[in-house]
């Protein structure tokens, strides 16, 4: 009798794999598998590639700390500049304001000369950096990275004197990072989370509050954000767009406010502002709403329907102020630095904490994450997102729609299944609140959302924080110019669309609960608390069900 053949297996990671992925580097795993090619994605490796874009992370314990050595690695950089003669990006740099920080060690000319001979032609830092305090976004070579990696502070004779050998070199960097590629999480909802009854009875509507939103830009000419003057900052605060290298600060506002992708003005719509024909306050200059939705059809296949709306249609907050921080190209182009800028432009708008202008943050955006590159939250996204959660911002973020796809039977045979422990970076951030999504008007018929991303993370924590409703929302889609008396909405679908479902609610809660206002841990607890249970399993709804009126109520 024949032996039965075997099933093919699943293949495993080896264990000399393991321990080579837990190996002590100053190259971040995300960055070495990068390099390396990435075995799950081959028409991404990136073997035949010759620079990386990287985000370098400096080393805290340098001579005059993290300030220091970034300021060590801009002046290599500019000597380098200046040797290639290539002077344009030199004065960019020089344009937003360098200047030696106070307790910078001195530092010989040749050990600055020596760091910049690790770039060579094509090498750059982007302008962004400088918007920020602990990284420096760059574009470098294969064997730059390698040896700004190894780089250490040169030793005077007399200090290798003195320590006779017992004092260890000091490495200018901590970690280099890939600058991951980011995008959008897409795969009548007010009442479903109460945000009708809360602005009814505790007249929640956002007022006095200015959350911000990271993603493909704002449409400014869309009538929703006119009526209540959405996009008006207050004075101290600009819009901006972080999508080039080195922005033109006199057009970076302005370019905040365009969207070509209409990702961004989808959930900006959610959060804020109001399109109205025949309530109070009206939106002027239009005399059409007409919403567009996805059918499928007998045959399998889709259409659009397009059909006129009579109503209103609301942001969850409606008078909450936004702020457009553009870090998206379009739907599928985008930077982490690009993400990481924009951060610390909302902690330099708050003076770290000092004087919150900027009360919240929605990132309805994100990257796929994998434990072999960084402990679960520990990303430099992830802790930049909980430092800013720690200044006083409260940041809401997206789960992901990675919760289905397919697995490999015993036999080989592939199978649909629902995937645990697929939270995307930022949502593995600790303080940051990550909504998963539900049903828009059924949600405890339906459950969760079979797209939503679901916990625990790669720790064992247990994400995400909440549900809210994130399948086919109504929300701003981009105006046609031929049709300028046309309010246009559109439905999406995604973890996206539940995300500013929470903004909008928790800046509308801010509005009337402003003993809250720099307080986003507890905001989160009493939001967290006050759940609806769909008596669905935690690592699927989290707490459950956003609801608002319960909130509002519980303080």
């Not at 080195?246 to 905040?256: I, V, Y």
């Amino acid at each position: 009798m024949a032996k039965r053949q075997r099933p093919a297996q699943p293949p495993t990671e080896p264990e000399d794999s393991i321990r080579e992925n837990l190996v002590k580097t100053r190259i971040g795993g995300d960055l070495s598998s990068f390099m390396k090619g990435d075995p799950d994605n081959p028409k991404k490796a990136g073997k035949a590639a010759e620079r990386f874009d990287v985000v370098i992370e400096f080393n805290r314990d340098f001579p005059g700390g993290v300030t220091a050595a970034r300021q060590l690695l801009f002046e290599a950089y500019l000597l380098h500049l200046n040797r290639i003669g290539a002077t344009d990006e030199s004065n960019n740099l020089r344009r937003f304001g360098m200047a030696p920080p106070l307790g910078m060690p001195a530092i010989s000319e040749d050990s600055k000369l020596d760091l910049s001979q690790i770039f060579s032609k094509g090498s750059r830092i982007a302008a962004k950096s400088l918007w920020t305090d602990s990284y420096v976004f760059a574009t470098l070579t294969r064997e730059a990275i390698g040896r700004l990696s190894t780089w250490t502070m040169p030793r005077s004779d007399d200090e290798k004197t003195k320590s006779e050998g017992k004092q260890r070199d000091i490495p200018l960097v901590y970690k280099i990072w890939h600058d991951h590629e980011i995008y959008r999480c897409v795969y009548e909802s007010v009442r479903t989370i109460k945000g009708d009854a809360a602005q009814a009875s505790f007249a929640a509507s956002g007022k006095g509050i200015v959350w911000a939103v990271a993603d493909t830009g704002i449409d400014e000419t869309h009538p929703h954000f006119s009526t209540l003057k959405t996009l008006e900052l207050p004075d101290g605060l600009s819009h901006w767009d972080f999508t080039s290298d080195n922005p033109d600060p006199a057009s970076a506002p302005k370019t905040a406010l365009t969207d070509t992708a209409g990702h961004g003005t989808h959930v900006a719509g959610i959060i804020a502002g109001r399109t109205s024909l025949s309530e109070a306050p009206k939106t002027s200059g239009i005399k059409k709403i007409s919403v567009t939705s996805e059918i499928r059809k007998e045959d399998d296949t889709k259409s659009k329907v397009t059909e006129e709306h009579q109503g209103v249609i609301s942001g969850m907050a409606p008078h909450c102020k936004l702020m457009s921080l553009k870090v998206l190209v379009n739907d599928k182009q985008g930077r982490l630095s690009n993400l990481l800028a924009a951060i610390n432009y909302v902690q330099r708008s708050n003076d770290y904490g000092r004087n919150i202008k900027i009360h919240g943050l929605n990132l309805s955006l994100g990257y796929p994450f994998n434990p072999v590159w960084f402990a679960a939250g520990q990303s430099p996204l992830c802790v930049e997102v909980n430092r800013l959660v720690r200044s006083g911002v409260c940041v809401v973020v997206a789960a992901g729609n990675a919760g289905y796809g397919t697995v490999m039977q015993f036999s080989g045979a592939p199978e649909r299944a629902a995937h645990s422990g697929t939270i995307m970076d930022p949502g593995n951030a600790a303080l940051a609140v990550t909504v998963g999504s539900t049903h828009r008007d059924m949600p405890h018929t339906y459950g969760v959302s079979y797209f939503s991303s679901k916990g625990p993370t790669a720790d064992g924590r247990m994400k995400p924080d909440l549900v809210a409703p994130g399948e086919r929302i109504v929300s701003c889609a981009l105006p046609d110019a031929a049709k300028p008396n046309e309010a246009p909405f559109r439905e999406d679908t995604g973890t996206s669309m539940a995300t500013p479902h929470v903004s909008g609610a928790i800046a509308a809660f801010l509005s009337v609960r402003r003993e809250f206002l720099g307080q986003p841990e507890r905001v989160k607890e009493i939001f967290v608390g006050a759940a609806t249970d769909l008596k669905r399993r935690p690592e699927f709804q989290g707490a459950g069900l956003l609801d608002l009126m319960r909130t509002l109520q519980a303080v």
